[in-house]
T-cell receptor, first 113, second 117 residues
Framework: AQSVTQPDIHITVSEGASLELRCNYSYGATPYLFWYVQSPGQGLQLLLKYFSGDTLVQGIKGFEAEFKRSQSSFNLRKPSVHWSDAAEYFCAVGTGTASKLTFGTGTRLQVTL | GAVVSQHPSWVICKSGTSVKIECRSLDFQATTMFWYRQFPKQSLMLMATSNEGSKATYEQGVEKDKFLINHASLTLSTLTVTSAHPEDSSFYIC?????????????FGQGTRLTVV
């Protein structure tokens, strides 16, 4: 069965600093990859996704992610973090289809002013 | 396009009562929907796959008699939490699969926060 690992439970960055959130997956083939953000008490918002093609994917809110097959990773990046980016971030994978997803444990991002 | 609506957004119920949560695909037909559960400060875990016109498929450890799923139409799936107890308090979120999208991508509803008192 596939699995998703987000090694960092909690990350704190200063506003304006760069950000990288890590995501590793375990699956025999290339999965469908997603990053979602969840604010406290809210639902999920899709930041970006990778299905195929260019391994560098641009998303909303200035986020990007790079799929690295050799490392089984799909790390999320943002060059300059804003205080409003403070939230929980989930990496998710779909295998076979992009519909039934397995989620990572999440990374809580705190932004200091 | 690909809008999924979940109702209610939040609900409080007494222990022992049942609660129904609806998941609707507003602008597409969804033969398959998925129900996830998220306990506080935890990740989302798939509970079951809802299939239109047939029985739901439950993940290991999920009680099918407690979490009743009905997918009677191509745009509506319902999750009923029967005889709810405080430990059922959680955030429930559905997604609906759009066969017209690449890789049959699914789209999420906004979730339902259930509190059992």
């Amino acid at each position: 069965a596939q699995s998703v690992t987000q090694p960092d439970i909690h990350i704190t960055v200063s506003e304006g600093a760069s950000l990288e959130l890590r995501c590793n997956y375990s699956y025999g083939a290339t999965p469908y990859l997603f990053w979602y953000v969840q604010s406290p008490g809210q639902g999920l918002q899709l930041l970006l996704k990778y299905f195929s093609g260019d391994t560098l994917v641009q998303g909303i809110k200035g986020f990007e992610a790079e799929f690295k097959r050799s490392q089984s990773s799909f790390n999320l990046r943002k060059p300059s973090v804003h205080w409003s980016d403070a939230a929980e971030y989930f990496c998710a994978v779909g295998t076979g289809t992009a519909s039934k997803l397995t989620f990572g444990t999440g990374t809580r991002l705190q932004v200091t002013l | 396009g690909a809008v999924v609506s979940q109702h209610p957004s939040w609900v409080i119920c007494k222990s022992g009562t049942s609660v129904k949560i609806e998941c609707r695909s507003l602008d597409f037909q969804a033969t398959t929907m998925f129900w996830y559960r998220q306990f506080p400060k935890q990740s989302l875990m798939l509970m079951a796959t809802s299939n239109e016109g047939s029985k739901a498929t439950y993940e290991q450890g999920v009680e099918k008699d407690k979490f009743l799923i009905n997918h009677a139409s191509l745009t509506l799936s319902t999750l009923t939490v029967t005889s709810a107890h405080p430990e059922d308090s959680s955030f429930y979120i559905c997604s609906a699969r759009d066969l017209n999208r690449a890789a049959n991508e699914a789209f999420f509803g906004q979730g339902t926060r259930l509190t059992v008192v």
